[in-house]
């Protein structure tokens, strides 16, 4: 009986070491790295662009970690190390009526085994009468989802022409 015992927890044992080690792949595995574009020149004209904090006080900086045209339904990020075209799925953003600074939206994208939620909060619009200022500034938190893992980082930009 004593053998029986020692032969079942011996497997138990085993079972258990495999089993963590399966949940331990599956995790790294579906991990979530938000990193900059490699390439920011993905949008032309018109468009979006967010960079972490450090270097969107930097005059001039191209380091970017979302980018979409104005008008389109496409938006890049680099994501576990690809830059990743994302498709724009649901936007609560105002269409029509004047923008204020605190205004809050938010816009969903989808892509390869990925979801992705911006949270916008207005930081500064044009004054009313300068009909040559074309530009709004934000602060965004920008979530990336794929399947239980994700990473949010606090980004700051703007959108205009």
Not at 48 to 67: L, M
Not at 80 to 97: A, F, Q, V
Not at 128 to 156: H, L
């Amino acid at each position: 009986m004593v053998t029986r015992d020692k032969t079942f927890l011996k497997h138990l044992g085993l079972s258990t070491a495999l089993i963590l080690l399966l949940c331990v792949g599956a995790s790294v595995h579906g991990q979530v790295k938000i990193a900059e574009l490699k390439n920011s020149d993905r949008a032309e004209g018109c468009s979006c662009s967010f960079q972490v904090p450090a270097e969107a006080s930097k005059r001039n900086s191209t380091k970017f970690i979302f980018v979409s045209e104005l008008g389109s339904n496409v938006g890049w990020m680099n994501i576990n190390g690809r830059d990743t075209r994302l498709k724009l799925i649901k936007s609560t953003e105002k269409t029509s009526g004047r923008v204020r600074v605190g205004d809050r939206y938010f816009e969903e994208y989808s892509g390869p085994g990925f979801s992705v939620r911006i949270d916008y909060t207005v930081t500064r619009v044009c004054p009313p009468r300068d009909e040559g200022c074309e530009w709004t500034k934000y602060n965004v938190t920008i979530t990336v989802r794929k399947g239980a893992a994700s990473q949010s980082i606090k980004a700051a930009g703007e959108c205009g022409c």
